[in-house]
């Protein structure tokens, strides 16, 4: 199983990202797909999760300004990140829901959102 985030950089508060996550490995179609991040100073922690291309739910943190998304032709999995604030900067990960039980995880990709 490989995954492999990008996308993140340095971004003003109220400005946007889009994060990526290329999957490769697994069966993408059939894999719940997840998001979770690291602030510095903090405990990973959950942040959107995609069972399906239609079906997903967020964090309350999250919820109304982030959104995951799938496309099962690239088996990519994807984050937008609107109106971001100091408090969503840290280290972003994808994994699968098997792969945050086993504890494996992979670089991830670093948000910063300062002015």
């Known amino acids: ?22 999957a490769s490995g697994i069966i993408f179609t059939i894999n719940t797909m997840v998001w979770y ?3 510095p100073g903090k405990q990973r922690e959950w942040v959107a999760t995609s069972f399906s291309r239609d079906s997903m739910t967020y964090s309350t943190a ?4 982030f959104t995951i998304s799938r496309d099962y032709t690239k088996d990519t999995v994807y984050l937008q990140m609107n109106n971001l604030q100091p408090e969503d900067t840290g280290v972003y990960y994808c994994n699968t829901a098997s792969g945050v039980s086993a504890g494996t995880w992979g670089q991830g990709t ?4 300062s002015s």
């Not at 670093?110 to 959102?113: C, G, K, P």
């Open 1 to 22: 199983v490989q995954l492999v985030e990008s996308g993140g950089g340095l971004v003003p508060p109220g400005g946007s990202l889009r994060l990526s996550c290329a």
């Open 37 to 39: 991040r690291e602030a």
């Open 62 to 65: 999250v919820k109304g300004r």
């Open 110 to 113: 670093r948000v910063n959102v």
